[in-house]
């Protein structure tokens, strides 16, 4: 079973959809978690954290179970500029080691 | 934000050769960096993680005679494919820690093609 899962996708979602991703997680013991945005064949970059208390951050949301090991995305009002590959990220304990998942694949179109 | 620079973006060469890609942390000292690995439509797979004047620890899988890596100061590290071959080709990113619970910073990447 991999570390880290992703539903690859790719969602193809109309401007104004609002679109949610799942990725669940493997180690118990993971502490941070995290989603970046990966545009094509370029660095990763952080979107945001992801705390069990749940965080929004303008039209993005984050969720964090832990009980169930799965962490959310939710963008609301889709833009074109939206798309991307989303990357579910979970640091292990006590560590900085960052594990990414496969990333899903998110294409919104006109 | 800081900024993590990684040269060459792009290399094309001949099976057999050696390339050198660096990473540098441009405006903070970076204690730890990491180098990744990325086959098209996979995720970032951690290759080693190299800390300032030790040797790199490597992952499982990972061969540590041919992806050498040198971390000998706190603002570059390298990786060197040693005699590439066609399956090296590959994206590969760095990344750059400050301390344990530091933000990550990661390079641009360099696409890797070996003919």
């Known amino acids: 079973r991999k570390e880290v899962e992703q539903d690859p996708g790719p969602f193809n979602v109309p401007e104004g959809a609002t679109v949610a991703f799942n990725c669940t997680y493997s180690n118990s013991a993971s502490q941070s978690f995290f989603w970046y945005r990966q545009d094509c064949r370029k660095e990763p970059k952080l979107l945001m954290s992801v705390y069990s208390s749940g965080n929004e951050d303008g039209r993005f949301t984050a969720q964090l179970n832990r009980a169930s090991q799965y962490i959310s995305l939710l963008i609301r009002d889709s833009k074109l500029s939206d798309s991307a590959t989303y990357l579910c990220?979970?640091?292990?304990?006590?560590?900085?080691?960052?594990?990414f998942g496969a990333g899903t694949i998110l294409r919104v179109k006109s | 934000g800081a900024v993590v620079s990684q040269h060459p973006s792009r290399v094309i060469c001949k099976s057999g050769t050696s390339v050198k890609i660096e990473c540098r942390s441009l405006d903070f000292q970076a204690t730890t960096m990491f180098w990744y690995r990325q086959f098209p439509k996979q995720s970032l797979m951690l290759m080693a993680t190299?800390?300032?004047?030790?040797?790199?620890?490597?992952e499982q899988g990972v061969e540590k005679d041919k992806f050498l890596i040198n971390h000998a100061s706190l603002t570059l590290s390298t990786l060197t494919v040693t005699s590439a071959h066609p399956e090296d080709s590959s994206f590969y990113i760095c990344s750059a820690q400050g301390g344990t619970n530091e933000k990550l910073f990661f390079g641009s990447g360099t696409q890797l093609s070996v003919l």
């Open positions: 190299s800390n300032e004047g030790s040797k790199a620890t490597y």
């Open positions: 990220v979970v640091v292990a304990g006590g560590g900085n080691k960052l594990v």
